[in-house]
């Protein structure tokens, strides 16, 4: 495995409050490396966070609202914040509780260093 | 219900075996159905119902059943002969109005669920679902666009006032690009751009429905519950949508470079403004 | 397939598909038996010869099948390819009583992952149904043409044919 990669995983992971980190293919919508609480999720996460990025951003760009860049999702049980670099898309659940400045700025710099 | 054990599944087996519309096919239905067994679920209840077409417990089962294949048309025939016979019962009233729901039927999914509600008062999946009814019918009623209207002719509340100027006050503000309030099935109730706009604020709707499905469908696989918000960065605005209830949303677009608690100060405010407004 | 319950299949298999290509977002989605009758269709067909894929499907899944067995991989999952505007998938799936071939094709607004997430549960779904579980369904060669044309009648509108 890209040892580069585990370890942007690993410094995702470690943040405290994040439950999972995942980094996607982002046009096939498939898992390349992460750590979730549920390993087997991985694929429908993986497939469904390359989705709303995706067409996401394609909408936002045909409404020339601009490239998307981060795409974050607030839910009850917690948030799931998505960015891309170099073809991957990086995916980042925390708990309500966590940091979200801190979250956003690591996957930020996660995407630079993969781009 | 308890887990069947071996003895009782053999005992309602051998009861209906010997008559197909003994009182235990319902038990064996259903254990058969929590097995996953659904096709020989299917088949005891087609042929106890042969003999007892007024089970009304046995048509509600065969209608869940036919749910859990897709098969709404039938799901929905079962649950109409469950009203035809126990007229106030509650599954078939909360089958139909989901079902009446997702064939955007708002009108007929209102009454089916008002019926439930009067059944159960506190049930929140009808709870909910009728919010959403309710919702969608006030924004058709009022056309797709806010307009002062006949809140007793819709039997709900419709918005009132001008909508191009319900987020007037934020035009000041160099930060704020734009506020759009959506209704439930996506088209603009509300809007409020500054500038020259981006192409009609009309078009943005879908744009905003498909970030919000995409959400929902991946707030859904992680178990994280109904969203609460989504944010946008783009290299030309921030963006952040909520749910206003009543099947609403908000969305309010600011600049890339607004200071950190802009966006969360500008929600609060458009949030009490769109609420105001759509008179959820 | 017999023709006398050939449009019970076709009918239980609607739903499913639709929910398939909702839930993928694919342009098409064809289900093809192993002999390339055509059972159900979803989604912007125009552009394609849908017996012609049905059959090619068809013929793909026995020549994957024997290569696989060949090479001693006991079974194939799925062919992916990708194209420049647009993705085919096609993958084999076992009901009780026989082996379908589900064909979908997408653009940019699906993924194979998209695919590959909702691909087992509607295989699953297509499997319970109980038009895929009573025994001796296969039709015979007297029927086959006649059954072939009347599933693709029953899914195309009349003037199509």
């Known amino acids: 495995m890209n040892d580069r990669l585990t370890e942007a995983v690993e410094q995702l992971s470690r943040i405290p409050g994040v439950t999972g980190a995942l980094l996607v293919d982002a046009e096939a919508g498939l898992p390349v490396v992460g750590e979730l609480a549920d390993d087997a999720a991985a694929p429908a996460v993986a497939a469904l966070a390359a989705a709303a990025y995706r067409r996401t951003g394609r909408a936002l760009d045909n409404a020339k609202l601009g490239r998307l860049e981060m795409f974050r999702l607030e839910a009850a049980g917690g948030n799931v914040l998505i960015t891309d670099g170099g073809g991957l898309l990086i995916v980042v659940i925390a708990e309500p509780q966590a940091h979200h400045g801190r979250v956003q700025v690591e996957a930020l710099q996660v995407a630079e260093a993969l781009s | 219900m308890s887990d069947a054990g071996l003895p009782d599944l053999q005992r309602w087996s051998e009861e209906v075996a010997r008559d197909p519309a003994a009182p235990a096919f319902l038990s064996l239905a259903r254990a058969y159905r929590k097995q996953g067994r659904r096709d020989a679920a299917l088949r005891i209840c087609l042929r106890a119902l042969e003999h007892q077409p007024t089970h009304v417990e046995g048509h509600a089962l065969l209608a869940l059943l036919y749910l859990e294949t897709g098969e709404l048309e039938k799901a929905s025939d079962e649950w109409a002969t469950v009203l035809r016979l126990d007229p106030d019962n509650f599954d078939a009233h909360r089958g139909l109005g989901f079902v009446y729901l997702e064939r955007g039927d708002y009108e007929a999914a209102r009454r089916h669920l008002e019926s439930a509600a009067r059944v159960r008062p506190g049930d929140p999946a009808v709870r909910d679902a009728l919010a959403l009814a309710n919702g969608a019918v006030a924004g058709v009623a009022a056309g797709g666009a806010a307009v002062a209207g006949d809140a007793s002719a819709a039997g709900v509340h419709a918005p009132v006032g001008d909508p191009t100027r319900v987020f007037e006050e934020f035009l000041a503000d160099p930060n704020f690009v734009g506020a759009l309030v959506l209704d439930i099935r996506g088209l603009v109730a509300v809007s409020t751009v500054a500038g020259d706009g981006h192409g009609g604020a009309d078009q943005l709707g879908p744009v905003f429905s498909e970030a919000i499905e995409e959400a929902a469908r991946l707030a859904g696989v992680l178990g994280l519950g109904a969203w609460r918000g989504i944010q946008l960065h783009t290299d030309a605005a921030l963006i952040h949508l909520s749910p206003l209830g009543g099947g609403y949303t908000l969305v309010v677009a600011g600049s890339p470079n607004a200071p950190p608690d802009w966006m969360m100060r500008t929600v609060g405010r458009a949030t009490e403004l769109g609420l105001a407004f759509v008179g959820v | ?161």
């Open chain 3, 1 to 161: 397939m017999r023709r006398g319950d050939l449009a019970e299949v076709i009918d239980a298999l609607r739903e499913p598909v639709r929910a398939f290509v909702r839930d993928t977002r694919v342009r098409v989605a064809l289900v093809v038996d192993a002999s390339g009758q055509l059972l159900a269709q979803q989604g912007f067909t125009g552009g394609y010869e849908v017996a012609n894929v049905a059959s090619l499907a068809a013929a793909a899944h026995a020549s994957s099948r024997a290569l696989a067995e060949l090479t001693a991989a006991q079974r194939w999952n799925y062919l992916h390819q990708v194209g420049r505007e647009r993705q085919l998938f096609l993958a084999p799936f076992a009901t009780p009583t026989e082996e379908l071939i589900l064909v979908a094709i997408f653009d940019d607004d699906s993924s194979l992952g998209l695919v590959l997430l909702y691909f087992e549960d509607f295989a699953r779904r297509i499997g319970d149904l109980p038009q895929f579980r009573n025994a001796d369904r296969t039709g015979s060669a007297e029927t086959f043409e006649s059954d072939l044309e009347a599933g693709l009648r029953h899914i195309m509108p009349p003037d199509w044919l």
